[in-house]
């Protein structure tokens, strides 16, 4: 049985995830900070999962996460970072380092302590590593989402020398970097409009969906990839071409 901890499990693409994987060979930690309630529902009576409720807000809270789901499943095997959030949407010059902070908080400095922590543990027995970005990150992002794409930046970053640091322990770290998908996170902001128009806009001209990010995580965690690391996989229907 894989040990598999997945943070951010209650965003669209968690649950889809987890429906995926829920009646496979696997031991699931599912953390989410709120909106719980579908997590539940598709889990209930289900022996092999267990959800942990965190705010991770800070290093503390990402070392308890960690402990209490090593407390219950004895190991980790793999870790999947998917929680995130856009905490300040407006034109970068203004913004403060304040305002900078908060997306750095949420989409950077947690998965940079959660990596920390979860590959200390694996440094024995190897492990996978899945950490999420953007496809626009490494093309200045939004302009109206200057810290969240710093923030998703420096994941692309964190996953190269997570690469090159766990070749020696058998641990391979990889980041998918989905584009425009029909999450809440994407949609939240849009008019229908403006989701049609940006839709438009890569060569398939349609927006994603989460069932186009699952296979991509599956096969990242699975036995058959042994050779793959360091990669940062755009799945955005050619956005960027």
């Known amino acids: 049985m894989k040990n598999i ?20 060979n696997y031991k699931l930690g599912l953390h989410y900070n709120s909106k719980g309630e579908i997590l539940k529902k598709i889990t209930k009576h289900q022996n092999n999962i267990k959800l942990f409720k965190k705010n991770l807000v ?13 407390g219950w499943a004895k190991k980790i095997d793999v870790f999947i970072q998917l929680h995130g959030a856009i905490k300040k949407s407006k034109k970068w010059y203004s913004l403060s380092q304040k305002d900078i902070l908060q997306d750095l908080n949420v989409n950077f400095f947690s998965t940079f302590s959660l990596s920390k922590l979860v590959f200390q543990k694996m440094r024995k027995t190897g492990g996978k590593i899945v950490l999420t970005s953007t496809s626009s990150a490494s093309h200045g992002g939004g302009v109206d989402t200057f810290g969240y794409g710093i923030s ?3 994941i692309e970053y ?44 890569n060569k398939l001209k ?9 296979p991509i995580i599956k096969m990242l965690i699975s036995e058959e990839n042994s050779f793959m690391t360091g990669e940062i996989i755009k799945i955005d229907g050619g956005d960027w071409l």
């Not at 901890?5 to 496979?24: F, M, P, Q, W, Y």
């Open 5 to 24: 901890l997945i943070t951010g499990a209650s965003s669209d693409i968690g649950i889809e995830l987890v429906k995926n994987l829920k009646l496979g």
């Open 58 to 70: 800070n290093e503390n809270s990402c070392i308890s996460l960690v402990n209490e789901y090593i």
């Open 152 to 154: 998703k930046f420096s």
């Open 158 to 201: 964190l996953t190269k020398l997570l690469a090159k640091e766990g070749g020696n322990h058998k641990i391979l770290c990889n980041t998918i970097a989905p584009g425009f998908i029909n999450t809440k996170i994407h949609l939240q902001s849009k008019t229908p409009s403006q989701i049609k128009k940006r839709a438009s806009l």
């Open 206 to 214: 349609m927006a994603g969906n989460p069932k186009n990010i699952v």
